[in-house]
C-alpha cells in the first residue's frame, strides 16, 4: 500500500496564498495519478485538481484560474498551489494516489480562509 502524507495546510485570511505538498511512499513517476479532494463540513467530497505521469491536469471549475497543481517526480511529491483563496475554500483537503484502479489517501490537511 502507498501511503501519502500531505503538509502545508493552516489558516490564511481571503485574498492569500499557500502551497499544500504531498509525499507519496514510492516512485511517482510513471503509472499513476495524482491529485487532490477537499471536504468541507456538512459537504460531500470534491475533486479539486489532478495530475497524471504525463502532466496531463484536471480542474473543478471552481479553482480554475486560482490553484496550479504540479508535480516532482525526484521527490515522489505533487504540489497544490493556491492562490486568491475564498472563505468558501475552506476544507480539509486530501491528497490521493491513484494506480492500478486502487486509490491511496492521506490524513488530510486543514486550510482555513478567514479574516
Known amino acids: 500500500q502507498v501511503q501519502v502524507v500531505e503538509s502545508g495546510g493552516g489558516l490564511v485570511q481571503p485574498g492569500g496564498s499557500l502551497r499544500l505538498s504531498c509525499a507519496a511512499s514510492t516512485s511517482i513517476f510513471r503509472g499513476n495519478t495524482m491529485g487532490w479532494y477537499r471536504q468541507a463540513p456538512g459537504k460531500e467530497r470534491e475533486l479539486v485538481a489532478s495530475i497524471r505521469d504525463d502532466r496531463t491536469t484536471n480542474y473543478a471549475d471552481i479553482v480554475k484560474g486560482r490553484f496550479t497543481i504540479s508535480r516532482d517526480d525526484a521527490k515522489n511529491t505533487v504540489y497544490l498551489q493556491m492562490n486568491s483563496l475564498k472563505p468558501e475554500d475552506t476544507a480539509v483537503y486530501l491528497c490521493?494516489?491513484?494506480?492500478?484502479?486502487?486509490?491511496?489517501w492521506g490524513q488530510g490537511t486543514q486550510v482555513t480562509v478567514s479574516s
Open positions: 490521493y494516489f491513484q494506480r492500478w484502479g486502487l486509490m491511496n
